[in-house]
């Protein structure tokens, strides 16, 4: 069993994958590689693990219901050897396994990839393609999963990055940035008589597309007033023609797990090893995902667009996008999993999906949801911010399957609670029917972060905290307390009134006491995290 177009096709490989529970794509795969060559309608910039779960198994369906007749051509701009390594041995086939709560697993051979092409100006035969592809009238919609990362035209200090203040001189024709490369491509739409075009960020970060559209503006205008592109290509990049919807997207894709990887040998797939890039991208034949998944886009494209809802992708505006992303990430999602971050890092635990069988964590998880956030958290009409949570914590963070840990959700913490839980706090406060003081989690949260950042855990012994752009500036200050010291308001206090860890001041918030006593319970000594969470 090869995964490959001959591999799946010869009927006697066909009857093997189908009697081991794969389904097949149901379509031509050479009439739909046909068809997209000739008029490509979508372009997918991240050829990694979310795209091929999540973006190319909705174009699967959608081939599969008779509902479209052309794929997707992808485009890897940041790791070209995803494209030689992965998809070029395996005819841009691969294998989406996903791995359900109930502990059953779904497994299906993708063919929805139609062109998987590197981003890459040295290679001119495919950047002349892609240059095609963007020429192309029936190009519809460009999308993009690069990470936030790759939307970035400075570093830390507000200065340019040498590749893209090099791009910013030198012009369009072979740019070196991320950034550039695409809005080089943008321009050779320009310049094939300014057809309309979205440009969809389907990054996990608020406000996507004005990310994107902040960076592809910088480089249109750098170029204009360098004199390397037509003086109306700022203005088409402003203009009706160009859209940057806003988006929500989520669905947890890991890295593929050496557990499925088994499972699919055992069924006899052949050439599953995975492969690691010179740029340390740890990639397979095969992903996998959770079954949830939701993408929420802003309707706008100004050269129309394919019955996408048909497969599962809601279209609203922009302000229900908004909406959905504040729902999602200061209340029915991320704050939830940051309170099992920190929690399970205290208490030992490996895998958040073990923190769930724990009734003091399920507890504490579903009153920050339920009690303090769902209160103050607007109904964006087309998700059901319950029915939400009731996903997250009895289908998604339940998932035997996922290898998700709270080490690794602890990442950054101080970066993520202004916005987790500090909204939430701001929403109380500004509601004349609900009091700050009817927050009693929510502080227990901010505790217990405080003393995770001792770095001792609830049996006394040293653990390595997670990376934190602030544990240089924390750390210094909460190693200056013991195990069992009562002591520690002077040291928390600058902590505390940083309004910018919190979202707001936790003394003007009237919110600090009620802080330093659960710090001083959860610091009692041996086993006084587990004590202080089966109290409250």
Known sequence: MKISLQGITDSLSQKQWEEKGYRLPGYDIAQVKRATKENPFWIHFGAGNLFRAFHAAIAQNLLN???????????????????GKMYAPHDNLGIAVTLKADGTIDKEVIGSVAEALSLDP???MAFARLKGIFA???LQMVTFTITEKGYSLTNAKGELLPDVASDFAAGPE???SYMGKVSSLLYARYRAGQKPLAMVSTDNCSHNGDKLYAAVSAFAKAWVENKKADAGFAGYVDSESVSFPWSMIDKITPRPDASVEKILLDDGVEELEPVITSKNTYIA?????EETEYLVIEDDFPNGRPHLEDGGILFTDRATVDKVEKMKVCTCLNP???????FGCLLGYQKISNEMQDQALVKLVERVGYREGLPVVVDPGVLDPKEFID???????????MPDTPQRIATDTSQKLAIRFGETIKAYQADENLSVDDLQMIPLVFAGWLRYLMAVDDRGEAFELSPDPMLETLRPQMAKLRLGDTDVENVLKPIMENGGIFGVDLYEA???????SYFKELNAGVGAVRRTLEKY
């Open 65 to 83: 219901a008779g509902k479209l007749d052309r794929g997707i051509v992808v485009a890897e701009g940041f790791d070209y050897e995803i494209i």
């Open 122 to 124: 040295a290679d001119e």
């Open 136 to 138: 192309n009238e029936s």
């Open 174 to 176: 072979k740019p070196a």
């Open 285 to 289: 034949p095969f992903v996998n995902a």
């Open 336 to 342: 939830l999993h940051t309170c099992l971050a920190i």
């Open 391 to 401: 996903t997250v914590l009895q289908v998604r963070v339940t998932n035997p399957f």
């Open 510 to 516: 009237g919110m600090a006491g009620k802080v330093c």
